[in-house]
């Protein structure tokens, strides 16, 4: 009776890996059948890869696993702050993977099929930079002799050069000149605090800010923020100053269809800020 049930026993998984076995050969077979009707045809590879019978879903995996090495991020031309000299920007690339899976699995036998690519172009170009140049805003004022705030304004003024907005951008003064420490070079010079003249860390950088806020009105530019001094100043007619301090700002929008480049220079004892686009500014007629 024993040796009958281990017999029962022995027979039952015997059938069962037999079973097993067919039920593999069925899908084995089945899976070689799906592969014929709808998998890469005979010979076909990808960028000279092997990719006999794969199906659509494998094709589209190795292709994006594939394209991670072709990806180029697009770059923009921009203009060197200090030189003024125009860089080219740089054209992008991805791969268009439907299409390329696409292709693949409509591709003749023993045809080798590449990654279908495109190309991104950035906003920014060498062409754009180059044609804006007509002024739509311009100011200047007079700077005094005392060396630690004239630093403080080559410092500000070289730090709003060739600043690059685009239409609808906002630019800030505090963010665009960045921290006002010792270590990046900042002195401390006169600067205007609750109607009292005191030393403080950038002294000069009002002046900047206020030619600046001068240009953007002549410009017809949205102002967004902007404070006034405690007291007048004397580089700027009454009610046409600029305060910037660590919680005040002087921010305008770039409410035109078109980019704006802040040019911004010092020489001869002039502060002297220039707003240029590639749209010339409507002149009125009478």
């Not at 077979?29 to 590879?45: A, F, M, S, W």
């Not at 070289?158 to 900042?186: A, C, D, Q």
């Not at 600067?191 to 240009?215: F, K, P």
């Amino acid at each position: 009776m024993k040796r009958f049930g281990v017999y029962i026993k022995l027979s039952t998984i015997l059938f069962l890996i037999g079973l097993i076995i067919l039920l593999y050969g069925v899908y084995d077979v089945g899976n070689r059948i799906e592969r014929h009707l709808y998998g890469v045809k005979l010979g076909v590879t990808l960028e000279h890869k092997e990719i006999e019978g794969f199906l659509p879903g494998e094709v589209e995996k190795l292709v994006q696993e594939m394209a991670r090495d072709k990806i180029i991020t697009p770059k923009n031309a921009y203009i060197d702050r200090e030189t003024g000299e125009i860089f080219p920007e740089v054209i992008g690339q991805e791969v268009d993977v439907a299409k390329t899976v696409n292709k693949v699995m409509k591709a003749r036998e023993n045809y080798n099929i590449n990654l279908i690519t495109v190309e991104l172009y950035p906003e920014v170009t060498e062409e754009l930079l180059s044609s804006i140049h007509d002024i739509i805003g311009s100011y200047f004022t007079w700077h005094g002799s005392g060396s630690s705030r004239v630093t403080n304004i080559r410092m500000g003024t070289y730090y709003i050069n060739n600043t690059l907005l685009h239409p609808g951008e906002i630019f800030s003064f505090n963010k665009t000149v960045g921290p006002v420490t010792v270590e990046r070079g900042f002195k401390f010079a006169p600067v205007i605090s609750s109607g009292s003249i005191i030393l403080g860390l950038g002294g000069g950088l009002c002046q900047v800010s206020s030619t600046l806020y001068n240009a953007v009105l002549e410009a017809e530019l949205q102002v967004v923020e902007r404070y006034p001094h405690s007291k007048p100043v004397g580089y700027v007619p009454p009610g046409r100053d600029a305060t910037v301090s660590y919680h005040l700002d002087f921010k305008f929008l770039n409410s035109t269809d078109s980019f704006i480049l802040i040019k911004g220079s010092i020489w001869g004892g002039r502060v002297q800020i220039d707003l240029l686009s590639n749209q010339v500014k409507d002149e009125e007629t009478f």
